[in-house]
């Protein structure tokens, strides 16, 4: 098995700053953040932005501050959402994409999300992945439900995209495919061939199936866009969620990759050769 990939998502679009104070809000936090979360074991950072006051923002200007903060504090492979917040537009989302940043995720499929609807129609991703193409951005396909994996193989096939790729199982947002083994089984089995993947479980299912994945062979993401308790009625840092999944990794003999490590194993234009 490669050694294991950790993202962290610190900070999403649906946590508020009311609900915990260890959420990542401004550039300096999100770098503060990333030198934490670099030193417990993650080689990648998935990114949303918010303004100060903590709502939602995808300005390119925002996005640009965070990569510098992100950059001058560690060597994390540096991942913005294209998925932003329920209610942006297209164009808002694929945004941040002109400042080419290594990865970028592709929410490959419309999807219920609790009392609401995150809209990615075949015109939206189209969109989506031809600003990753001219921005030399390196895909993660976000699947939300096993339909989702169904249509980037038809994206694939009309040259959208391209596969492999690498494929995060976003398990358990009411609406979409709930989080249990079973249905991380079931994903894997339906990947497109030598595609690479990882699993975020929401909420309290983030745990086991990381412990499933690291298992499995596949990779993991934690962080607090996904959980917000290191376990029940604690509220937990991104650093010790991913410092958590690391120490039980290494238990079961695989070691943690490196961003660089990382950079090799999903064939990112970055690696060194
Ligand atoms: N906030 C969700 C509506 C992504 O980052 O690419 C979408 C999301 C997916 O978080
Ligand atoms: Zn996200």
Redesign the pocket.
């Known amino acids: 098995m490669d050694p294991l990939i950790i993202t962290v998502a610190p900070v999403?679009?649906?946590v508020m700053p009311e609900q915990t104070p260890h959420l990542p809000v401004t550039p300096a936090q999100l770098g503060e953040t990333a030198r934490a979360c670099r030193a417990a074991g993650a080689s990648i950072v998935?990114v949303?932005c918010r303004n100060d006051d903590g709502t939602n923002t995808h300005a390119v200007e925002r996005f640009r501050q965070a990569y510098d903060a992100i950059r001058a504090a560690s060597d994390l492979i540096v991942q913005f959402?294209?998925?932003?917040?329920?209610g942006m537009t297209p164009h808002q989302r694929a945004g941040p994409l002109a400042l080419r940043p290594e990865m970028a995720?592709l929410?490959c499929g419309t999807v219920n999300?609790g009392d609401d609807i995150?809209e990615n129609s075949f015109p939206i991703m189209r969109g989506i992945a031809a600003a990753m193409r001219a921005n030399d951005v390196a895909v993660e396909l976000?699947i939300f439900d096993l339909g989702h994996l169904s249509n980037a193989k038809l994206l694939a096939k009309e040259g959208a995209i391209e596969l492999p790729a690498h494929v995060d199982f976003v398990l358990g947002v009411p609406g979409g495919l709930e989080a249990s083994v079973e249905h991380l089984v079931d994903c894997v089995r339906a990947l497109p061939a030598g595609c690479t993947w990882s699993v975020a479980g929401i909420g309290r299912m983030q745990l086991p199936l990381a412990m499933v994945a690291i298992a499995m062979g596949g990779h993991v993401r934690v962080g607090l866009?996904d959980n917000l308790y290191y376990e029940k009625g604690r509220l937990a840092r991104n650093d010790e969620l991913v410092a958590r999944v690391a120490r039980i990794a290494a238990e079961l003999g695989r070691p943690v990759a490196t961003p660089d490590e990382a950079r090799r194993i999903l064939k990112l234009r970055t690696a060194a050769v």
């Open positions: 999403g679009a649906e998935h949303h959402s294209t998925g932003g917040a329920i995720t929410t999300f995150f976000e866009e």
